[in-house]
């Protein structure tokens, strides 16, 4: 659905972005992680044309973007970032018809179409559509943030960190949500993300990068199992240093994994949350900045 070939992005003498190559299946939801700097939004923003490649392509369903005018690429794509970007002036209902307005929907179709995304990402249309965006909380924000993106049915959204401003619980609760949307509607998903655990979460695959470059591409357990690098493996391993740290300061030692207890709502390939334990282990290292 995604394809990147050999793309590259050159600022002056810094490679943002350096000959990555990437595919994305069809309903894929691909997680790009990496650190600050590793070239990750750069990447993403080359896919509907926000930044132009130095060189490479870029084929979405098999055309090369390149041949796509902009404003016709954006609204055939929906893209969600952490800022958000609603327009204060406007109400929300009016927010989330911006694409279908300009496409030159009707009307009535254009309100079914705001309630219904109203209801998917779970905010009453009622009490919603008719405030601005700052009587809304940052949670209900993103959730509007998310109807934006996909008024215009779009079958690949571009997500940019867009719950990495948000408390955990309000985080945890759009981690879920979003993945039951994507699935309902079958989208193929670019996720952002610096955060590991978040990665692991969501993402069907993980490409990590650094310094431009993509280092690896599998799913969060074959990146554990056989990490290319003593960089990808430190990433993998973090959350569950971390997870034993948190156990031991809380005492657990009679405590047992399952340490989420949750409803079962994770990805489908299980990557998480079982008695895997990846290689790497380095008792007392903070070294990553994984939140
Ligand atoms: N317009 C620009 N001019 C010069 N350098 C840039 C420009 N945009 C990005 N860069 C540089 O390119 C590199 C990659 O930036 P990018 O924003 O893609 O990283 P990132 O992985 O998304 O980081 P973060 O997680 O902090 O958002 C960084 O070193 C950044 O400073």
């Known amino acids: 659905m995604i394809e990147l070939q050999k793309v590259t992005k050159r600022h002056g003498d810094l490679l943002a972005v350096d000959g990555v190559s990437l595919r994305v299946e069809p ?4 997680v790009l992680l990496g650190g600050s700097g590793s070239g990750k939004t750069t990447t993403l923003k080359m896919i509907n044309r926000l930044i132009e490649p130095t060189s490479g392509r870029i084929l979405l369903d098999g055309r090369d973007v390149a041949e ?3 404003h016709a690429l954006r609204r055939s794509i929906g893209y969600v970032f952490q800022q958000i970007g609603l327009f204060p002036h406007l109400t929300i209902a009016e927010n989330i018809a911006i694409t279908p307005s300009l496409l030159g929907w009707a009307p009535a179709r254009i309100r079914a179409r705001v309630d219904a995304l ?12 008719d405030r601005r965006p700052d009587e809304l909380s940052g949670g209900q924000a993103q959730r509007v943030g ?3 993106a996909l008024a215009a049915e779009p079958k690949v959204m571009l997500l940019d960190e867009p719950f990495g401003a948000l408390d955990p619980l309000t985080r945890d609760r759009l981690q879920r949500s979003f993945l039951r949307i994507r699935r309902q509607l079958g989208l193929t998903a670019i996720f952002v993300t610096h955060d590991m655990i978040e990665a692991i979460l969501l993402g069907d695959r993980i490409a990590v990068m650094g310094r431009g470059r993509l280092l690896q591409v599998g799913t969060a357990r074959e990146l554990a199992r056989a990490p290319v690098d003593d960089e990808v493996a430190q990433l993998l391993s973090t959350p569950q240093r971390q997870a034993r740290r948190v156990e031991a300061l809380l005492g657990g030692e009679g405590g047992e994994g399952g340490d989420d207890g949750d409803d079962g709502d994770h990805s489908d390939d299980g990557a998480a949350g079982d008695t895997d334990v990846s290689p790497g282990e380095a008792p007392g290292e903070t070294s990553k900045e994984t939140p």
């Open 27 to 30: 309903g894929e939801l691909l």
């Open 118 to 129: 109203l209801d998917l990402v779970e905010l009453d249309p009622a009490a919603i559509r």
């Open 146 to 148: 998310v109807a934006r």
């Open 68 to 70: 796509t005018p902009p």
